[in-house]
């Protein structure tokens, strides 16, 4: 089992800044990729980023490739997700999840542990 808790959404103006973070524990989380999704109202849950277990790979949806970054410290079995010059449409419940494979996927089903999610709603 992996346990993982998201920390660090809250309220931001659009053209802000944000940074999320995804405190894992239990099994070897440095041995599994991470993807972090969003879900807003009426909307499916969708792929924002991922990175390899090592970090050596990074990957991100069209709509925030430029303006979020992805990155992972092993030793504090802990993922980031910075997120600049944030717009209105990024509002939404952010999840971490991870799968238990060195690579990363965009398919939501092929992620066995999520956390239970944080707010980030950004005004304009």
């Known amino acids: 089992q992996v346990q993982l808790v998201e920390s660090g959404g809250g309220l931001v103006q659009a053209g802000g800044s944000m940074r999320l973070s995804c405190a894992a524990s239990?099994?070897?989380?440095?041995?599994?990729?991470v993807g972090w999704f969003r879900q807003a109202p009426g909307k499916e849950r969708e792929f924002v980023a991922g990175?390899?277990?090592?970090?050596?790979?990074?990957y991100y949806a069209d709509s925030v490739k430029g303006r979020f970054t992805i990155s992972r410290d092993n030793a504090k079995n802990t993922v980031y997700l910075q997120m600049n010059s944030l717009k209105p449409e990024d509002t939404a419940v952010y999840y971490c999840?991870?799968?238990?494979?060195?690579?990363?996927?965009?398919?939501?089903?092929?992620?066995?542990?999520w956390g239970q999610g944080t707010q980030v709603t950004v005004s304009s």
């Open positions: 990175i390899s277990w090592n970090g050596g790979s990074t």
């Open positions: 999840a991870t799968r238990t494979f060195i690579n990363v996927v965009t398919m939501p089903a092929q992620y066995n542990y």
């Open positions: 239990g099994r070897t989380f440095s041995n599994y990729a």
